[in-house]
């Protein structure tokens, strides 16, 4: 904490920048022109993909759109069967009750005809001792059987149209459960569907939106520059870093061994350090470069930093350089991109390493974001 305390201190003590040389001038005006070139070109590519983009997501709409009508056509669907589903059951439950009632009476009949014996009704005309009677003996009897056979088959319809209803409802839970599936899919792509054009479209502004500025940030530099070099004795003229994030060359080429932000410490489980930088490991001895121009504000030893250097590109940006086992820049000097720095050295523990840290509006931000991707 001590040293990172210092090491803000110092930032906020460096002085400014000394009056270019006329080389330097010519060397960032060239640099702010390909960088201009290389932002039309992104330019141009970031058009031909939005036009790409688009489309695809004229794609998504017309999908978004399928996908409601399947939705509002499935969910017709499942609320008409919900109906049916309901009456269904409503019938199934009169039959129940139906049959219910009617089990006990011809429950009764069955008994009472089986304890009159074989012959069943017919014995009552065996009971009767004229003519007259036994004909009205005779219809009553065809009656009674009449009906207890028709209450024997309506008992049984009963019994066959529940068995039948219960089928039917066990479909249409079936069904139902097929059209829940069905829409809760249809629902997940409309979400997927949505939650990928608003992503889209929000890539789409932020990309060139970040060019725009880009573009402005560097002609308002060129523009400068160019009145820089017809007034000799004007103040010098920092390009700015910022609009050349993603194309920042390396400091160094070695092998990344520590990242930015916060990181484990050895193997001891739940301690970890914030690192404000990134390191590298490479051989002793190897060149060091300045990653963009600009005026080196400290040059000298500085405490767990070894070697440091620090330099300062205008705009809030700032680089700083530790573990140098040589310097070959001085306070003040006015730097280009790729200009030797110094050697690497090594770090407190005594590797082969270099310190690189970047700072924008004086805070420390991941170097890896703004450094070429590597191979």
């Not at 998504?60 to 069967?81: D, G, P, V």
């Not at 039959?95 to 009764?108: G, I, M, Y």
């Not at 160094?252 to 001891?268: C, H, Q, S």
């Not at 006015?334 to 523990?349: D, E, I, K």
Request: proline share 5%.
């Amino acid at each position: 904490m001590r040293r990172v305390a210092g090491l803000v201190c110092l930032l906020a003590l460096v002085p400014g920048p000394r009056v270019e040389t006329r080389a330097h001038q010519d060397a960032a005006a060239q640099r702010v022109a390909e960088r201009l070139q290389g932002l039309k070109q992104e330019a141009a590519a970031l058009t031909s993909q939005e036009q790409s983009l688009l489309n695809e997501l004229r794609k998504l709409e017309l999908e978004r759109q399928m996908k409601s009508e399947e939705l509002m056509a499935i969910e017709t669907e499942l609320r008409t069967t919900e109906e049916q589903l309901a009456t269904a059951r409503s019938r199934a439950e009169t039959l129940r009750q139906s049959a219910d009632q009617q089990r006990p009476e011809v429950h009764d009949r069955l008994v009472r005809l089986y304890k009159m014996g074989r012959a069943g009704y017919w014995r009552l005309l065996l009971d009767v001792d004229d003519l007259q009677s036994m004909g009205r003996a005779y219809r009553t009897a065809a009656a009674m059987t009449r009906l207890d056979r028709e209450r024997v088959q309506q008992h049984q319809a009963t019994l066959v149209s529940l068995e039948r209803e219960q089928r039917t409802l066990e479909q249409r839970a079936g069904q139902i459960g097929g059209m829940q599936a069905k829409a809760a899919a249809a629902q997940l792509a409309l979400d997927r569907a949505v939650a990928s054009r608003s992503a889209l479209i929000k890539s789409i502004e932020q990309r060139r939106d970040l060019t725009a500025q880009f573009t402005r940030e560097l002609q308002a530099a060129h523009q400068r520059l160019q009145e820089a070099a017809a007034q000799p004795s004007s103040s010098p003229v920092l390009v700015p870093l910022r609009p050349f994030r993603g194309q920042v060359p390396w400091p160094a080429d070695g092998i990344l061994v520590g990242r930015f932000g916060r990181e484990p410490v050895g193997r001891m489980a739940g301690i970890s350090a914030n690192r404000n930088g990134i390191d590298l490991s490479l051989p002793e001895g190897r060149a060091v470069t300045a990653v963009h121009e600009g005026v080196i504000t400290f040059a000298g030893p500085f405490t767990a930093y070894g070697n440091l250097v620090i330099v300062d590109h205008g705009g809030g940006a700032t680089t700083l350089y530790g573990h140098l086992g040589s310097r070959s820049v001085n306070k003040g000097d006015r730097v280009s991109t790729g200009t030797p720095l110094g050697l690497s050295g090594r770090n407190p523990a005594g590797n082969p390493a270099l310190y690189f840290e970047l700072r924008i509006d004086a805070q420390p931000v991941d170097p890896l974001q703004w450094l070429r991707k590597q191979p």
